[in-house]
């Protein structure tokens, strides 16, 4: 008697043990799957070129952060309709080829686990930027993958550039032109120094995080620097010194 329940009892010991050793192998297995998985982490970065802003080069990146490689084969731009009875139905007309702008690569990219690559935000049949609403790139397979997109005003911010001001100073053979703009959600001061004596000419350009402080150095330019550069009180290399060193209180 006293065997049988010990055998009762091993029995359950054992069965138990075998569960919880095919639960965790089965947890085991399932990890190293989804750990094997195609993965991509996909953003978008505002970017512009030259002194002033000039013309926009925003850029896509594409990172694979699983361990099986993905071959991205184009990217698709979702477009924003303009009309509300467009907007009502517009993943049945995206079936069908509408509102949807499809970039095709050179060549396919190949993302092995930890490549990162960059790709150019394409211009969608000449329209502003503020009418893409997502972008996805999608693999040889057909799988489409997100990139990350702000929402639309915060593109009309991050990806859009302006002149704010520009003022002119002449003197006795010194002009200076002060330019303020804003690129993207920074600012920028665009102090170009010339010598109509024959002296070489100067560009600096001086970034600001916010509106106020690009405007208090707009003003400590042209109401403090340029008056003693232009009366000879100092030179060009004083004046962007000054600039360097200046910070608003």
Not at 37 to 61: A, C, Q, T, W
Not at 72 to 86: A, G, Q, T, V
Not at 176 to 190: N, S
């Amino acid at each position: 008697m006293v065997s049988v329940e010990i055998l009762a009892v091993w029995g359950a010991v054992t069965g138990t043990i075998g569960t919880l050793a095919g639960v965790l192998g089965f947890g085991l297995r399932l990890r190293q799957y989804l750990a094997d998985k195609p993965r991509l982490k996909n953003d978008v970065e505002f970017r512009f070129g030259g002194m002033d802003g000039g013309e926009p080069s925003h850029l896509i990146y594409l990172r694979s952060t699983g361990r099986r490689p993905v071959s991205i084969d184009y990217i698709e731009y979702h477009i924003r309709p303009s009309k509300f009875f467009d907007r009502m139905f517009v993943r049945w007309l995206r079936r069908d080829g509408r509102w949807v702008h499809r970039d095709k690569l050179f060549k396919p990219l190949v993302l092995e686990e930890g490549k990162k690559v960059q790709v150019g935000l394409a211009r969608v049949q000449g329209m502003p930027v503020t009418s893409i609403s997502g972008i996805f790139a999608i693999d040889q397979t057909g799988r489409s993958w997100k990139v990350r997109w702000p929402s639309r005003r915060k593109v009309a911010k991050l990806a859009t550039s302006e002149k704010i001001t520009s003022v002119n100073f002449e003197g006795d053979r010194r002009n200076v032109e002060i330019t303020q703009y804003r690129v993207g959600d920074k600012y920028k001061i665009h102090l170009f120094i010339k010598d109509t004596g024959g002296g070489p000419s100067r560009g600096h350009v001086i970034l600001r995080r916010n509106i106020e402080d690009s405007d208090a150095l707009f003003n400590f330019l042209s109401e403090i620097m340029v008056p003693k550069y232009l009366s000879k009180e100092i030179d060009a290399d004083e004046l962007i010194k000054e600039v360097g060193s200046f910070s608003r209180v």
